[in-house]
């Protein structure tokens, strides 16, 4: 993972230094912006493995320039902000970031999230496939393509972020089987979940918007009241 090229965007300078630090120091290469439309030409112009970035900048904001890049990119984005409400995280995390590190950071925190996050992307490379699972997967109304990270939903391609396609990959290859919220995250982001948020309720809303034709009334991702998410065929 080392020398991974990473974009921090952040309009103050100093956070934006002190996040170079603590990443260079772990082997990585940073590329600073220090405000969205700066960040955006260099996301086009470099080799950008995973993007950290503000919410609270002039002119374009992080969630526009977040919604901006998942237009053509699965790209890793984590959130490092002081907006620290469940609401925040909610609607930070349904703009398509990853996950969401709250301000003041805890460094050790941060770059444990940087390396599972770009872990989680590479891994998706063919070369470093875990051999042991099904790289294809056929349902009713989905196909999923473990190698290229590819999903095809009711007959149309449909683009996921990393966190999204695990989420999915995991329901979709125990089909049948009922994944509570808590057993969802820890086998997805490898952690334990010391206390009740709604990452994983926000993930799933987004899944359902690019994958199911009314997501309102999901067919393929089933809610069990009270107990979890499940896909059965």
């Known amino acids: 993972m080392d020398n991974e090229k990473i974009l921090v965007v952040d309009d103050d300078k100093e956070i934006a230094d002190l996040v170079e630090i603590h990443l260079v120091s772990d082997g ?42 998942r237009e053509g ?30 301000k003041p950071f805890n460094p050790l925190e ?11 992307y590479t891994e998706l490379n063919p070369n470093t496939i875990e051999r042991d ?15 290229n990270h590819a999903v095809t939903a009711y007959g149309r ?15 979709a290859s125990n089909r049948g089987r009922v994944f509570s919220t808590d057993e969802i995250f820890e086998r997805v982001w490898n952690e334990k979940m010391f206390e009740a948020n709604n990452t994983v309720m926000v993930h799933i809303r987004r899944i ?3 994958i199911e034709v009314d997501s309102r009334n999901a067919k393929i991702i089933k809610t069990v009241w009270g107990v979890g998410y499940k896909i059965d065929k």
């Open 28 to 69: 990585f290469q940073v590329e600073k912006a220090y405000s969205a439309s700066e960040g955006l030409k260099i996301l086009e112009e470099s080799k950008i493995k995973l993007v950290i970035l503000d919410i609270m900048m002039p002119g374009m904001d992080g969630l526009m320039m977040c919604r901006k890049i």
């Open 73 to 102: 990119s699965t790209v890793p984005i984590i959130f490092l902000s002081a907006k620290s409400t469940d609401l925040d995280k909610i609607i930070g995390l349904g703009a398509g970031a990853d996950d969401y590190v709250i």
């Open 110 to 120: 941060l770059m444990a999230r940087v390396k599972s996050q770009l872990r989680r």
């Open 133 to 147: 699972r099904e790289t294809e997967l056929h349902l009713e109304n989905l196909v999923i393509h473990k190698e």
């Open 157 to 171: 391609e449909v683009k996921l972020t990393p966190i999204e396609f695990e989420i999915l990959y995991l329901l």
């Open 208 to 210: 359902r918007e690019k």
